[in-house]
């Protein structure tokens, strides 16, 4: 692992020495003094020191440049995708899934087919021709030194948001992701930056991309820290709020300013809420460990070479064949939470869009498609909730079966993130809604996270991590 994420946090010394050479924070504060106690400022351990990672000017500089450039990059992924979508599905206004019930099922089938032909080649050229360049994002920010390869990258990220708005089951914030951290990448080598500051670049640029899709500045700054640099000390949370920020206020030159899941009501907390949450919270949590474990088995054994041009048309052939009676497994998931946020569907529909989401995900990544997790898995936990959540009001009626849904993604989300603060935040932001529930939220979130983490430890990202040595990425 790269010693940028070894950091150590020391403890100052008791006693009432005032001595300037005991303040070894670095950067010096201008106060070189003490307080009265002598008491030391790093014994509150987020007060550490830069460590291998130093917040130069030339850094700070970098960190908003590499965040109005995630920006930018966010918006033309979106853009891509958002008139795929409306050319694929012919509609201007509305939801995919809206456009995709009205839709003959034969253009759903020969959209999907097509995308799978599309898809085929362009990622058998791209991984082909570009084979040396890397694009695993994780890998790059993790061991990697934060070099990332930016024609590939572009190139793949384009080639994913034109076959999921073509409705590919996949996420969509792999793209923009990937786009801001080779924004870091890029920037952070024509500096000269050293590999750790290039990391912690990197890092803040891959959440500074998610930041901007979703309007999620906070949440993404969570997860930049939590997930990627496993620290919320003041080195690491402050650049990565800096650069979400910065890049979700660029994003707003096309994207708009308000909440991924609209009008979603203020759900509160009862009793039986808060029951279901305890007890439904070790159920999530093992079933995110085995749904990691399945994106990790198709992740390592993804069809490669020609092969991809059998595979990757017949798995959307077959996604075609299932958004007949399914049209909701279309694109990355998001109005299917969306429904469940609003307490839509029956029991066996939500049951059959728990089972048939990660089948279909695992599906296209085993075929040869790359993207993303993070709005499936949101999706799964969103549908899975509100079908135990309607099953539990056989028992004990009168909480809103959306209440449930927003409990049951957030476990989800955090569970398969390893993540509970970041996935808490996220929700809360991507939904506008959601503060009356945050004692069951983060009481399911805490339960599926640790019963997840003691079954197995991976997450959605680190399972997904290439084998030792191999080049290249998604």
């Not at 500074?208 to 949370?237: D, H, K, M, Q, R």
Request: proline letters at 5%; hydrophobic letters at 50%; charged letters at 10%.
């Amino acid at each position: 692992m790269s010693e940028f994420f070894r950091f150590r946090f020391p403890t100052g010394r008791s006693g009432t020495s005032t001595q300037e050479s005991e303040r070894q924070r670095i950067p010096q504060p201008f106060i070189k003094r003490r307080a009265p106690s002598g008491r030391g400022a790093m014994e509150q351990p987020n007060l550490t020191s830069y460590g291998p990672a130093a917040l130069t000017p030339m850094f700070w500089l970098l960190v908003v440049l590499t965040g109005i450039a995630a920006g930018l990059f966010g918006d033309l992924m979106m853009w891509i995708l958002f008139n795929v979508q409306h050319i694929a599905f012919a509609y201007h206004t509305g939801s995919l899934q809206d456009a995709v019930v009205r839709a003959a099922r034969s253009r759903r089938v020969l959209i999907l087919v097509a995308a799978g032909l599309i898809g085929a080649i362009g990622w058998y050229l791209i991984r082909r021709y570009m084979k040396n360049e890397k694009t695993d994002f994780d890998d790059a920010v993790w061991s990697g030194g934060g070099e990332l390869g930016f024609k590939r990258s572009l190139a793949t990220s384009s080639l994913a948001e034109i076959v999921i708005g073509m409705g590919a089951s996949i996420g969509r914030e792999a793209a923009p992701k990937l786009m801001g951290g080779v924004s870091g990448s890029v920037l952070g080598k024509w500096a000269g930056l050293t590999p750790a500051q290039r990391s912690l670049l990197v890092a803040c640029g891959g959440g500074a991309g998610f930041a901007a899709v979703y309007n999620v500045p906070l949440g993404a700054a969570l997860f930049t820290a939590e997930v990627l640099c496993g620290s919320i000390a003041l080195p690491i949370i402050l650049p990565a709020l800096v650069c979400s920020i910065i890049s979700t206020a660029t994003a707003w030159i096309y994207l708009p300013n308000r909440a991924t899941y609209l009008n979603i009501p203020d759900y509160h907390t009862t009793t039986s809420l808060l029951v279901w949450a305890v007890l439904v919270g070790p159920v999530i949590g093992a079933l995110t460990a085995a749904y990691i474990r399945l994106m990790g088995w198709v992740s390592h054994h993804r069809v490669k070479g020609g092969r991809i041009f059998v595979s990757f048309p017949m798995a959307m052939l077959v996604l075609g064949l299932i958004g007949c009676f399914y049209p909701q497994l279309f694109g990355n998931g998001k109005d299917m939470a969306h429904s469940a946020f609003l307490g839509g569907g029956s029991l066996v529909f939500l049951l059959a869009l728990s089972f048939l989401k990660p089948l279909v995900t695992s599906m296209t990544i085993y075929a040869g498609g790359s993207g993303g997790l993070f709005t499936p898995s949101l999706s799964i936990g969103a549908v899975l909730g509100s079908f135990l959540g309607g099953v539990w009001l056989l028992v004990w009626p009168g909480t809103p079966l959306g209440a449930f849904a927003m409990v049951g993604a957030v476990a989800m989300l955090s569970a398969s993130m390893q993540a509970p603060l970041a996935g808490l935040a996220l929700v809360l932001e991507l939904t506008h809604s959601g503060f009356e529930l945050i004692v069951p939220m983060m009481g399911a979130s805490v339960i599926a996270t640790i019963v997840a983490w003691h079954i197995d430890g991976y997450s959605i990202y680190s399972i997904r991590l290439p084998a030792a040595g191999e080049t290249g990425g998604e």
